[in-house]
């Protein structure tokens, strides 16, 4: 007979994943609709690779899974990318992983 599972789902990942370098960091401008570059959600990053990131950022209501955003990683350029996943890590923390559009 077959149980339900609480086990996630395992995704498979096409990039190898990297640390960043030391002091690196990413802005982040929620509202990608509109001209330019305006970054209003400073975060950490603590995974690179060539599709994307992973970033941590103090708990937010934006940057919902499925959310265009427009993203800077460290000295790279502004990229869009879109919210694949997130995970709240306490009530203050929340990791997201970021997939490059372009």
């Not at 498979?12 to 990413?26: I, L, M, Q």
């Not at 690179?48 to 800077?72: A, N, P, R």
């Not at 879109?82 to 559009?101: A, N, T």
């Amino acid at each position: 007979m077959d149980q339900p599972s609480d086990k996630k789902p395992v995704i498979k990942r096409n990039s190898v994943r990297f640390a960043p370098d030391e002091g690196v960091y990413a802005l982040v401008d929620a509202t990608p609709g509109t001209a330019g570059f305006d970054p209003t959600i400073p975060a950490l990053i603590f995974s690179e690779s060539h599709k994307g990131c992973g970033i941590v950022v103090l708990t937010t209501t934006k940057l919902q899974i499925g959310d265009h955003v427009k993203i800077q990683v460290g000295d790279l350029p502004v990229l869009r990318a879109e919210v694949r996943w997130r995970e709240q890590v306490d009530p203050l923390i929340v990791k997201i992983g970021m997939m490059y559009l372009e």
